[in-house]
């Protein structure tokens, strides 16, 4: 499994940004798909995560109501939106895979597969 993530720039607090994801495989829906973060100096975080084909929807609550995680299957590709950003939410933010969903899913190290990663950087 291959993800490329895209999308990330420089934004000022309150504006909106879409990242990307596209995955290389042929079909994921015994997948589980997650956004995560790491700001400088810090761990890396959950954002949200779902199962590919619906269901299990998780968010952290830094994030709750601003951002939201969708998907179009046809494209194999997963987006992160991302509304009134904030200084905070700067971080370089990754797309993440897994086979199944895992109650461990805020803990990076049970997702395998891993984007590349992209910078956000929200000014204030």
């Known amino acids: 499994v291959q993800l490329q993530a895209s999308g990330g720039g420089l934004v000022q607090a309150g504006d909106s940004l879409r990242l990307s994801c596209a995955t290389s495989t042929r079909t994921f829906n015994n997948y589980a798909t997650a956004w995560f973060r790491q700001a400088p100096g810090k761990e890396r975080e959950f954002v949200t995560g779902?199962?590919?084909?619906?269901?299990?929807?998780r968010g952290a609550d830094s994030v709750k109501g601003r951002f939201t995680m969708s998907k179009d299957t046809a494209k194999k590709t997963m987006y992160l939106q991302m509304n009134r950003l904030k200084p905070e939410d700067t971080a370089v933010y990754y797309c993440?895979?897994?086979?199944?969903?895992?109650?461990?899913?805020?803990?990076?190290?049970?997702?395998?597969?891993w984007g590349q990663g992209t910078l956000v950087t929200v000014s204030s």
């Open positions: 993440a895979a897994r086979y199944g969903w895992s109650v461990q899913f805020y803990d990076a190290s049970t997702w395998s597969y």
């Open positions: 779902m199962r590919w084909t619906g269901g299990s929807e």
